[in-house]
């Protein structure tokens, strides 16, 4: 492997940037909050990541990928190291990524409340990813992969997710 | 770090988790709608997922080399910790329904307490699924509303999925010495002190489902000392299978 400068932990975010989530594409695992940090020292590269649910099937993937950018650069021996600790939130999205998400037809996540309600009321209206309808209903709060909820729009009869807040 | 009482304390906490994640995994494919198929399985793999890293925990604080593979794929019934209710056959919809409802509310209540533990490891992952627990509360509390206040039928069988189930709560709040121990020492908490939040929840709900809550009885009992119904059994051999036939496969 060729030895090269140490990346600063700027350039290790934007090398991270390029690693898309396997199921939300549209979005970096830097920009979905799951890299917490990068460091570079004469032993190697450890990178910090978080999983956004506990069961999340796709942290393997996404651990190999980030390895994979970092080794494709020359950089190693790389360190993943896992985290639980700020436990993942959506609210870390910027709106940059939120942006993205809906145009890519999956409705961003709503803020996050401490509020413990038992019983689902009525959820708070989410906009239509396709026609941006507000007159939308919850389907099921469990979707394709855990972080998405499932809803339909009443005004274009379209299905569509939603990236859950958490 | 090597703490006896800790190691018990969570595998408690996993093998609850892990057994009643794969209970719930049975109804993949067989949901009674596929939204709620989708949803079962999504819970399933919450549970899963907070169990193994709790067995990881649990395999460091042991400090013997076990991982979170060994400690689900090479215990046998005897060596598990989860209580009674997790472990019984999923039944009808109506059976899955109520028992996630009454884990869900306690796993909800223990988590949150949790967050405040001195190991940071089990504070973090305890936030974590405190935010999956919600969910579940949620998911499992609408549905014992609408089953409860929903057809005589579903009335009649969510009524009696409450009462068969209702001898096997009793064991979730028992306090014994690991579970003062690890209270004392701040890494953990009396399960004893989650009974009066957990049953003021339970009983607003299932009155809201025009449910009877059940009047306390003779409560069952044995599964944290690993005496447990036939049915752990069956369940693990089908679980640990692949694993036992083929010790370190890998795909």
């Known amino acids: 492997m060729v030895k090269r400068a140490l990346p600063s932990r700027d350039e290790l975010f934007e090398l991270l940037d390029t690693v898309m989530d396997p199921e939300v594409p549209v979005l970096s695992v830097v920009e979905l909050g799951i890299v917490r940090d990068a460091v570079a020292t004469d032993e190697g590269i450890t990178i910090t990541i978080t999983p956004t649910y506990s069961g999340c099937p796709a942290m393997r993937e996404i651990e190999s990928a980030v390895r994979g950018a970092v080794e494709e650069q020359g950089f190693g021996p790389v360190e993943i190291r896992t985290t639980y600790s700020p436990a993942w939130t959506t609210d870390w999205m910027s709106e940059a990524a939120r942006q993205k998400l809906e145009t890519y037809g999956i409705a961003p996540p709503q803020r996050t409340s401490d509020e413990l309600v038992p019983l689902m009321r009525r959820a708070a209206s989410v906009r239509c990813p396709y026609c941006k309808s507000t007159r939308t209903e919850l389907k099921s709060a469990f979707g394709t992969t855990a972080c998405k909820s499932i809803w339909v729009c009443n005004d274009c009869r379209q299905p569509f997710e939603e990236f859950k807040a958490i | ?251």
């Open chain 2, 1 to 251: 770090m090597t703490s006896p009482a800790l190691f018990s304390y969570l595998l408690r906490l996993a093998d609850d988790r892990l057994v009643l994640g794969h209970r719930l995994s049975e109804w993949c494919g067989h949901g009674p709608i596929l939204e709620e198929d989708i949803a079962l399985a999504n819970v399933a793999l919450d549970l899963v997922g907070e169990a193994t890293l709790l067995l990881k925990l649990a395999g460091e604080t042991e400090g013997q080399g076990r991982n979170e593979d060994a400690l689900a794929y090479f215990r046998d019934a005897l060596e598990y910790r989860n209580v009674l209710l997790v472990e019984l056959p999923k039944g009808d919809f109506a059976f899955t329904v109520a028992r996630q409802f009454f884990f869900s509310i306690f796993s909800l209540l223990q988590m949150q307490a949790l967050q405040q533990s001195s190991n940071a490891e089990l504070a973090g992952i305890a936030a974590k699924a405190v935010k999956e627990a919600k969910y579940h509360v949620r998911h499992s509390a609408q549905w014992v509303v609408t089953l409860g206040d929903g057809t005589a039928e579903s009335h009649e069988r969510a009524q009696r999925a409450v009462d068969e189930l209702w001898r096997y709560t009793g064991e979730l709040f028992l306090s014994d010495a690991i579970e003062q121990e690890v209270a004392s020492a701040h890494l953990g908490v009396d399960a004893s002190t989650l009974e009066a939040p957990w049953r003021a929840q339970v009983s607003d709900i299932l009155s809201r489902a025009t449910l009877t809550t059940p009047t306390v009885g003779y409560m069952q009992r044995g599964g944290r000392d690993g005496k447990h119904t036939e049915h752990l059994g069956h369940m693990l051999s089908e679980m640990q299978i692949v694993a036992r036939s083929y010790p370190g496969a890998s795909w």
